[in-house]
């Protein structure tokens, strides 16, 4: 990463013309008295990309190095074995189920917060923000306050031969905790921006709620949709803390993908931990990936809008 | 439909509003809310001695001392990395600078686990870091800054970045034009208009240190006093079956949250209002 450029110089003259870039940040005038010299716009740059190289390459790099540093066959053999073949199934479970969940809370409440006005409606966002302020521990903690046998409805939930916590609907319940604000994040500030003059619209054109709904409002915020899944779905899939919690970490029962993680770490088996880490390592690569696109996706909208 | 009688609404000819707002009501209540009561409700049926006596046990305060210390001292390091990484990601173009951009989001992605393992790996005495450094960060209380560090790394850039692409260059040049050096242009112009959004993005990292668990205890080594972060000793308790003691502990940590929550709310209030000037 040391091909650094060169920067602060004027890359569009025309003043006219404020969207030469796709993002019109950089000196579209640049007088000397704007910029830095070169020697510190080098060392800052070369500061930044060290310190980020540290901090997030090397570990990211590591983690793919360690994975197969004992070769393909480790590797192979890591992922296809039973406990983590389970871990994996659910990983995928709890997922599944908590997004769907959060997508339909994420779509109702960005509804009633973007188009209308009601009293209350900054407290309600407060506390649609709160999970993303508890500890995952505490999370986990709630619950077993609630479902564990000196809980709430513990000896109900005894009585009737049914378990929550240290089974799997805990999990699925300390995840759809985690990962609630995330959907109704992503969309509360868009379709706040984008008004509902289109629905109105649609409205008086003679078409129903869910026409509306489907027709007119999804489409409009279909990426940051998109990418509200995505995170919710990476948070759902590597949530440690709060499952960790409520597992009761049975192998190849109630052990998700990042608890099995530390139990293989745990044992020392440090390249079959990595093998698996480097799948959820890998989701989090596609989740970089998917945000950059959509952020140009937004962008690129947005100036069409514009012009 | 009762929650229109509740909250006074004004005229809109959009249907759904009932029915929207009654689901997000409910589903917050049945997710977040009541479980949430549970750990204040389970608090109140500890005497107020019993309370104290936990809280200030000498092995939790010193997890505080651990726990907080460690995540103000990764907030100010964000805090200052993360100003520098925005200031370099907005202000100047590079090759790669799209890629770095993106990159700078892997804390968010990454899951606590595979951070935790990838981190402890490389600052192990033996690992691709560890060996260069001549003092011990693994399994010691320097490990978890590097942990906690690590984790808040977004929190300042992605507050910071936007605010610096919507400053003004017109104010920069009036500073510029009136005389003033490069570096009194930032220390005077432009720190001052990114100090909300610098503050916010600091107490958001502290926030998220603060409760932080996956990436820390493969790192830290866990020896009570010395290197125990509070949310391991919440756990601690309750495999020990002392939920009373765990309450204690989490609503500490719960209070302290909310207090930073609060107090996040009105940076970005102040934000807005500078921002809107």
């Known amino acids: 990463m040391s091909a650094v450029i060169d920067s602060g110089q004027p890359q569009a003259v025309a003043a006219a013309s404020p969207r030469a ?44 190095a360690q994975a197969l540093a004992k070769g393909v066959d480790v590797y192979w053999a890591a992922l296809v074995d039973a406990d983590a073949v389970s871990a994996l199934k659910l990983t995928l479970l709890a997922a599944g189920i908590s997004v769907p969940l959060n997508l339909v809370f994420g779509v109702a409440a960005a ?8 009293r209350g409606k900054n407290l309600l966002l407060t506390l649609i923000d709160l999970p993303f ?14 479902f564990g046998l000196q809980g709430w409805c513990g000896e109900w939930l005894r009585d009737h031969d049914l378990k929550i916590v240290f089974a799997v609907p805990g999990i699925v319940l300390a995840t759809v905790f985690v990962t609630f604000p995330f959907i109704a994040r992503e969309l509360i500030p868009l379709m706040q921006a984008q008004g509902q003059e289109q629905e109105e619209a649609a409205r008086v054109l003679g078409a129903s709620g869910w026409q509306i709904l489907w027709r007119v409002t999804l489409p409009n915020v279909r990426w940051a949709l998109l990418y509200g899944v995505v995170l919710c779905n990476a948070r759902a899939m590597g949530e440690f803390g709060a499952v960790s919690v409520v597992s009761g970490h049975i192998r190849g029962q109630t052990d998700t993908l990042p608890l099995h993680i530390e139990i293989l770490y745990d044992d020392y088996q440090f390249a079959a931990a990595f093998a698996v880490a480097s799948l959820l390592a890998g989701l989090a690569l596609v989740t970089l990936v998917l945000k950059t696109i959509v952020e140009r996706r937004a962008e690129a909208s947005f100036d069409q809008e514009k012009e | 439909m009762s929650t229109r009688a509740l909250l006074l609404r004004r005229h809109s000819v959009l249907p759904g509003f009932g029915l929207s707002l009654g689901f997000a009501l409910l589903y917050l209540c049945f997710v977040v809310l009541v479980p949430l009561s549970a750990v204040f409700l389970k608090a109140f049926t500890v005497s107020w001695g019993t309370f104290v006596a936990t809280v200030t046990s000498p092995r939790v305060v010193a997890s505080y ?10 907030a100010l390091v964000n ?6 990484v925005a200031w370099v990601l907005v202000r100047y173009r590079f090759a790669g600078r799209r890629v770095v951009d993106a990159l700078v989001d892997l804390p968010f992605a990454l899951p606590t686990a595979v951070a935790g393992i990838a981190l402890t790996t490389l600052y192990a005495s033996n690992g691709w870091i560890g060996r260069w450094l001549p003092f011990k960060v693994a ?22 970045q936007p605010v610096l692409e919507d400053l003004q260059r017109e104010l920069e040049e009036a500073a510029a034009t009136l005389g003033a050096s490069r570096l009194q242009t930032f220390a005077r112009v432009i720190f001052p208009a990114l100090m909300p959004a610098l503050l916010t993005g600091f107490a958001l990292a502290f926030a998220r240190a603060l409760g932080e668990y996956g990436s820390v205890i493969f790192i830290a080594g866990n020896m009570p006093m010395v290197s125990e972060i509070t949310s391991l000793l919440i756990i601690t308790k309750l495999e020990q079956y002392d939920y009373t003691g765990a309450t204690a502990i989490a609503v500490v940590m719960l209070v302290a949250a909310f207090a930073l929550l609060l107090l996040i709310n009105l940076l970005q209030a102040w934000a ?4 809107g000037r």
């Open chain 1, 21 to 64: 870039d796709a993002r019109p940040a950089a000196s579209p005038r640049a007088h000397d008295a704007l910029g830095e010299p070169a020697w510190v716009r080098r060392t800052l740059i070369g500061v930044a990309l060290v310190f980020l190289a540290l901090f997030l390459v090397v570990p990211l790099v590591s983690v793919f």
């Open chain 2, 65 to 74: 001392r651990l726990t907080f210390g460690a995540s103000l001292v990764a």
């Open chain 2, 79 to 84: 805090g200052v990395s993360g100003l520098l």
């Open chain 2, 139 to 160: 399994y010691a209380p320097l490990g978890v800054f590097v942990a906690l560090t690590f984790i808040g790394l977004p929190f300042v850039v992605r507050t910071v």
């Open chain 1, 133 to 146: 302020s508890v500890s995952p521990v505490i999370a986990g903690l709630i619950y077993m306050l609630v």
């Open chain 2, 272 to 275: 807005r209002r500078r921002q």
């Open chain 1, 111 to 118: 509804w009633a917060v973007a188009k209308f006005d009601f």
